[in-house]
């Protein structure tokens, strides 16, 4: 069987829902091997909790995180009993530790364990000092920074925190600093404001406790080199190395998800642009960002067991005769 290797995203919070990875669990096969462990490495039944709910409980941050983290590696197992590897890869705030085991730089269960102890300080995190976030629709990055860096001069700390596309930021702060920005930010032309049901202002400076705790775990945790480049949540730069990856998610927590740099460089700083890129775990939030900035890559998303069933053949059919290999090679200077 020919090698496959293509460039792999990973979800992050938001994506789960009751009943995710059900059917993977029951075909068989490494997933469902993975996904019967996944309890004792979460110290809790994670599964249980993913197959039943209640939703309120599942998309709590101390339990969604696992649960999406759970549900991402056992897709991946199954797409390398298929011959399909990444190539590159990247994921969105907690995806990143699901695309670190993907590429062989952090063992799976030890990923499940940091992002369940990574999920409780950020649900904790938001306790003890309550903030919110929200997505801002139709400006550019440089105007939110702008309005964010007034309104934090007088009004409490407000940051970008997520660069989802060129037409979607998320901010993050304080709760009454986030409603003004917003305010201004609706003045300055934004089509649209949400805000967003979090437990915390994420990817802000609110968080810098919970980091410096969760540094200590990382810390502590064993990362080996890649096997592919990971592209950093906090550059839009591939790394390799086990201590570059673990540099960069001790950053994570208060640094913001530079996610349209990310994909710009997945699609445009490699010597050949990528045909087809897989959306990896459930939902389909990263392909939905992706599909009109990137009208030239196939998206596709691999989540279930359907999913799984056809789609060897499906990137087969893109990549064409004589292509079944997609290879990241950066340009000169990146």
Do not use: Y
Not at 128 to 153: F, H, W, Y
Not at 191 to 199: A, E, I
Not at 271 to 286: I, Q, R, W
């Amino acid at each position: 069987m020919d090698l496959i290797k293509v460039p792999m995203l990973f979800p992050g919070q938001a994506s789960q829902f009751v009943g995710m990875a059900g059917d993977l669990a029951a075909a068989g096969g490494k997933a469902a091997a993975w996904l019967n462990s996944v309890n004792e490495a979460a110290g809790c039944d994670l599964m249980a909790l993913m197959q039943e709910g209640p939703i309120e409980t599942l998309t709590e941050t101390r339990n969604a995180q696992p649960a999406i983290l759970a549900h991402s590696v056992a897709v991946a197992m199954e797409l390398k009993a298929q011959g399909i590897e990444p190539s590159a890869v990247a994921g969105h705030s907690l995806g990143e530790f699901s695309a670190a085991a993907a590429v062989g730089a952090l063992d799976p269960s030890a990923a499940l364990t940091l992002v369940r102890t990574r999920g409780d300080l950020m649900f904790s995190a938001g306790e003890q000092r309550p903030g919110t976030m929200a997505a801002i629709m139709g400006l550019d990055a440089d105007q939110v920074r702008e309005v964010c860096a007034a309104v934090s001069r007088d009004h409490g700390s407000v940051v970008l925190a997520n660069h989802n596309s060129a037409a979607q930021v998320v901010i993050s702060g304080e709760i009454e600093a986030v409603g003004l920005a917003g305010e201004r930010l609706k003045e300055a032309g934004a089509r649209r404001v949400t805000p967003l049901n979090v437990s915390g202002a994420f990817h802000s400076p609110l968080l810098a406790d919970a980091s410096a705790t969760f540094a200590a775990e990382l810390e502590a945790t064993e990362f080996g080199d890649a096997e592919a480049p990971l592209v950093a949540n906090v550059s839009a730069r591939p790394v390799t190395t086990g201590d570059q990856l673990k540099a960069g998610l001790k950053r994570q927590l208060t640094s913001p998800v530079l996610w349209h740099d990310t994909m710009h460089w997945l699609v445009e700083g490699q010597a050949e642009a990528p045909k087809v890129m897989l959306e990896v775990g459930p939902g389909k939030v990263l392909t939905g960002l992706a599909r009109r900035a990137f009208p030239d890559v196939t998206f596709l998303t691999v989540g279930t067991a359907e999913d799984l069933a056809g789609i060897r053949d499906r990137v087969q059919e893109i990549l064409g005769d004589g292509n079944e290999t997609q290879t990241l090679e950066a340009r000169d200077g990146s």
